[in-house]
T-cell receptor, first 113, second 115 residues
């Protein structure tokens, strides 16, 4: 079956530091890959997505590249801000599975001044 | 647009009680789903619906019922609450099932405690 593995958190960074959150997946065929973000007390919001190999998703300074050869979709940001503090979820969905999302366990990011 | 709304925001139940978590969306989305979020486990799919009158089970359906009589509403029923159902519940919707990269829109969540 499908599965997503994320690096354990929490991740604590100083403002303007470089961020990487690792995500690897197991799936047959060609899933679509997502990063969702959950700010404190809120529901999840789509941060970025990629639907085929070598696609790069980007939004709000965050980027992730769909790497089929390494089955990875690592999230990166060059300079984090305090407002980026949140929980980040990597997820995948597979064509034909009615948009059912399979989530990783989430990685909490805390950015300090 | 209000997007995806959920009520209540918080609920405390005693073991054996029943209740319904409400979910509504005003985006005319065909696909709706319920997830539960537990510490260290991410989100797990409970039930989903690909359109009015059509529902199916997800990864963790036991103890929960759903129905979809309208496009807008997708209530989740707990028939006899158990402490293992203590969790945060999220409703989500998307424009259509299947396809490539459909974004799902999430509600703000319901925090349920079963004593």
């Amino acid at each position: 079956g499908n599965s997503v593995t994320q690096m354990e958190g929490p991740v604590t960074l100083s403002e303007e530091a470089f961020l990487t959150i690792n995500c690897t997946y197991t799936a047959t065929g060609y899933p679509s890959l997502f990063w969702y973000v959950q700010y404190p007390g809120e529901g999840l919001q789509l941060l970025l997505k990629a639907t085929k190999a070598d696609d790069k998703g980007s939004n709000k300074g965050f980027e992730a590249t769909y790497r089929k050869e390494t089955t990875s979709f690592h999230l990166e940001k060059g300079s984090v801000q305090v407002s980026d503090s949140a929980v980040y979820f990597c997820a995948l969905t597979h064509t034909g599975t009615a948009s059912k999302l399979t989530f990783g366990t989430g990685t909490r990011l805390q950015v300090t001044l | 647009n209000a997007g995806v709304t959920q009520t209540p925001k918080f609920q405390v139940l005693k073991t054996g009680q029943s209740m319904t978590l409400q979910c509504a969306q005003d985006m005319n989305h065909e696909y709706m789903s319920w997830y539960r979020q537990d510490p260290g486990m991410g989100l797990r799919l409970i039930h989903y619906s690909v359109g009015a009158g059509i529902t199916d089970q997800g990864e963790v359906p036991n103890g929960y019922n759903v129905s979809r009589s309208t496009t807008e509403d997708f209530p989740l029923r707990l028939l006899s609450a158990a402490p293992s159902q203590t969790s945060v519940y999220f409703c989500a919707s998307s424009y259509s099932p299947g396809g490539w990269g459909n974004e799902q829109f999430f509600g703000p969540g319901t925090r349920l405690t079963v004593l």
